[in-house]
């Protein structure tokens, strides 16, 4: 007998060997990074210095449409060697290895939705942010976060220690940049903060993101060879400007004076996913102004959000534009849930919604400034989205799956699995030598 049991303890894991070596084969490009001299950038091997063009065209909304299942279904196939079983695609994607550190690129192949494409700084190198500092706006040190954001090559950033980040001026970020906290409890926090502006491919990482405050009226510098005038900013957590391939995981925000996350000016094929907000009044806008027609190709995914305590407006709040709401958990507005005006599409899949007790507040929607003549012709649907507490969500325009086309970037789960999908939303604790 004890011959029988170590024969099949030996098949069992020769079968645990294969299944690793088969997963490892489908991850595309994972450096195996191992070291980096503090405050400078360290080579990745099989990179030529991180060049990257300085733009990508963004894809169609018709091509993404046709392009995202059939993505979205390789790579849950590819990835389910690794899944941690938490039915959350980007989680299971990474989480469960233990090695993260080391591996921490794989997180750039794990993005789903609008924003999938997104790199960030996957082609690049590492970046290690040893000085929580804010000298000087215009000539930041190395070591220091601006000083990594603000580079022309790719960088994948990450931080020594622990640290609180008080920024002087607006954190104006270059393209293909990664800004991973993991391993570390990194916190930008009272002072202005992020600000992606006609950029490309960034992606923004477990960070503690709260009470952002305006500032500007001075000289900031953009990249090693530009800076430039700024006037007043808005104080929000992160203004995403005529910017396209954005990411934003896994990051905790609050208290800013103005959006936690806004994306205006043009910006499409952004994912917002995992976040945890909480204490905020006017969350999240996406459109500039009613009369700023070229959002009308904006498309965002916000999926597996927790939209938490105090908060009380725009979650989103949209404009023109096509956008898949999914798979996130509402559980605190004080006014409404998801608003827009000027004809944005919106697509509200398999969220929870648990209206608060003023029984004048329990509408999941609102539509500004628009009348119900109007209004009634605009694309809004609630599918499979559970509604508690007498939540209700008034839909309007086409019932039709396909007019949701360009507002569908992903496959929502059913309602009833949103805590356990959004159960880990926020930075999470991470460290060395174990799963996160």
Same mark, same amino acid.
């Given at each position: ?320 534009? !096509? *956008? ?12 409404? $849930?998801?608003?827009? %005006? &000027?004809? /944005? ?46 939540? !209700? *969500? ?12 360009? $507002?569908?970037?992903? %496959? &929502?789960? /059913? ?22």
């Amino acid at each position: 007998m004890s011959v029988y049991r170590e024969v099949l303890t030996l098949f069992a894991l020769l079968g645990v060997f294969w299944i690793r070596s088969e997963a490892a084969t489908s991850f595309r490009s994972l450096e195996n990074l191992t070291g980096a001299v503090l405050g400078r950038p360290v080579p990745v091997p099989g990179t030529k210095d991180g060049q990257q063009p300085a733009t990508k065209d963004v894809e169609e909304p018709e091509r993404v449409v046709e392009m995202v299942e059939r993505s979205i279904n390789s790579s849950r196939r590819e990835l389910s060697y690794l899944s941690c079983g938490t039915g959350n695609p980007i989680d299971d994607c990474w989480r469960c290895d233990p090695d993260w550190e080391n591996n921490r690129k794989r997180l750039a192949d794990c993005a789903i939705g609008f924003g999938r494409n997104a790199i960030g700084g996957r082609n690049g190198r590492l970046y290690v942010v040893t000085d929580p500092n804010d000298y000087d706006a215009v000539n930041p040190r190395p070591g220091t976060l601006r000083h990594a954001v603000i580079q022309s090559e790719p960088l994948w950033i990450i931080f020594q220690r622990d640290m609180v980040i008080q920024l002087k001026e607006e954190l104006i970020m270059n393209s293909y940049k990664t800004i991973d906290g993991r391993g570390a409890n990194v916190h930008i926090a009272n002072g202005p903060c992020i600000t992606v502006q006609y950029v490309t491919h960034v992606i923004i990482h477990g960070i503690h993101i709260h009470d952002c405050k305006p500032a500007g009226n001075a000289m900031v510098r953009d990249s090693p060879t530009h800076y430039g005038w700024r006037t007043i900013s808005d104080g929000d957590g992160v203004s995403i400007f005529g910017a396209n391939n954005i990411w934003v995981d896994h990051c905790s925000l609050s208290s800013c004076t103005d959006g936690l996350i806004d994306a205006i000016r043009g910006s499409t094929a952004i994912t917002i996913s995992n976040n945890f907000m909480t204490h905020h009044d006017k969350v999240m806008l996406l459109g500039h102004n009613d009369d700023y027609t070229q959002d009308v190709n904006m498309q965002v995914t916000v999926a597996f959000n927790h939209f938490g305590e105090g908060l009380v407006q725009r979650m989103p709040r949209c404009r023109h534009g !096509y *956008f898949h709401v999914v798979n996130n958990d509402y559980t605190h507005w004080e006014m409404y $849930a998801i608003g827009g %005006s &000027a004809n /944005p599409t919106i697509n509200s899949q398999g969220n929870r919604f648990l209206a608060p007790t003023d029984h004048s507040s329990k509408e999941v929607t609102k539509r500004e400034y628009t009348p119900q003549s109007v209004w009634r012709q605009w694309n809004w649907r609630s599918d499979g989205d559970l509604m508690l507490n007498g939540a !209700y *969500f008034i839909p309007s325009g086409a019932g039709a799956s396909s007019s949701y086309a360009k $507002a569908s970037s992903l %496959s &929502a789960r /059913p309602s009833t699995l949103v805590a356990s999908l959004t159960g880990n939303a926020g930075v999470l604790t991470c460290r060395k030598g174990s799963a996160c």
